[in-house]
């Protein structure tokens, strides 16, 4: 077994920024509709930082965000769900957490 890791931190005001020049092309690119639906700047910037952590810990290309949601449990606990199964992934664990201007998000990847 081996374990990856992947980390990213997103200031939320440049992300705000290209939300509002890109609008809703941008949205489509990063995000299905059920991680937009009624979720703030704050939000969506954390689960951008966690698409781009999980991308980073399974070697995902750049911009390869639709291949996996960030859903979160009933208890509010994020985690990383694949529209396509990843052959190897044993187990995987999201955390993301916000701060002033920032969202930061840590996953790790355990695979066989």
Known sequence: MALHVGCDLVFIPVFRERLGTAGDLLLDRIFHASERAGASVESLAGRFAAKEAACKA?????GAWLELVI???????????????RPGVREIAVSITHAGDYAVAMVAVVRA
Not at 58 to 62: E, H
Not at 77 to 82: E, G, I, L, N
């Open 58 to 62: 399974l070697g995902l290309p750049a």
């Open 71 to 85: 859903e979160h449990e009933a208890s509010g606990a994020p985690r990383v769900t694949f529209l396509q199964p």
